[in-house]
């Protein structure tokens, strides 16, 4: 049982598209997040949501959109995608906001040619 | 401005070998944790250590807290292969509960 999953795990796409990844946890954790990790493997936090409410939003291009239907899901969309876009973006849960201890999904390796 | 500095960056040894890894700042956690992550996939979570001075055991590992609450270290005993991966450390921000991440030591153990 995967306790965090997202997909696709690969997505490569042209300059200008606008896509999106989905994220789920099956682990009833109230907390999700998604971090961008560079090329240089330093992973930077995007955004963080608490019982589907945002909560942080670090310093990101308003072209990223996180979503939270409900407290299992975190979906991120990505309008007019840039080459610079390119990344692996993780999504991630902790069982409580104050709770840090993260679990991790496989990752989704973006790629904008 | 990277508030975590881990080092080294890169390290290869043979199998066999001990080496120690350290994350340090100048800023007080009130937690921090270490994760390992291997190609392709997410990191994992090691430890948390949360007061100062701290040391903790897992199998081969040792991690111990700095006294401050600044700075910390990972210790392998006797490495092997599957050690092998990027360790990763993030300290706890008291003020906001966020995670502040160091850039990682990419670790290689040549059997």
């Known amino acids: 049982d995967t306790a965090v999953s997202q997909t696709p795990k690969y997505l490569v796409t042209q300059m200008g598209n606008d896509k999106s990844i989905k994220c789920e946890q099956n682990?009833?954790?109230?907390?999700m997040y998604w971090y961008k990790q560079d090329s240089k493997k330093f992973l930077k936090i995007m955004f963080s949501?608490?019982?589907?409410?945002?909560?942080i939003n670090e310093t990101v291009p308003n072209r990223f959109s996180p979503k939270s239907p409900d407290k299992a899901h975190l979906n991120l969309h990505i309008n007019s995608l840039e080459l610079g876009d390119s990344a692996v973006y993780f999504c991630?849960?902790?069982?409580?906001?104050?709770?840090?201890?993260?679990?991790f999904g496989q990752g989704t390796r973006l790629t904008v040619v | 401005t990277q508030l975590l500095e881990q080092s080294p960056q890169f390290l290869s040894i043979q199998e066999g070998e001990n080496l120690t890894v350290y994350c340090n700042s100048s800023?007080?956690?009130?937690?921090l944790q270490w994760y390992r992550q291997e190609p392709g996939e997410g990191p994992v979570l090691l430890v948390t250590?949360?007061?100062g001075g701290e040391v903790k055991k897992l199998k081969r590992l040792t991690f111990q807290f700095g006294d401050a609450r600044k700075d910390s270290s990972l210790h392998i005993t006797a490495a092997q292969p599957g050690d092998t991966g990027l360790y990763l450390c993030?300290?706890?921000?008291?003020?906001?509960?966020?995670?502040?991440w160091g850039a990682g030591t990419k670790l290689i153990i040549k059997p």
């Open positions: 250590v949360v007061t």
């Open positions: 991630a849960s902790s069982q409580a906001w104050a709770v840090r201890e993260a679990f």
């Open positions: 682990l009833g954790h109230d907390t």
């Open positions: 800023s007080v956690f009130s937690s």
């Open positions: 993030a300290g706890e921000r008291s003020s906001n509960y966020q995670l502040i």
């Open positions: 949501y608490n019982n589907k409410e945002l909560i």
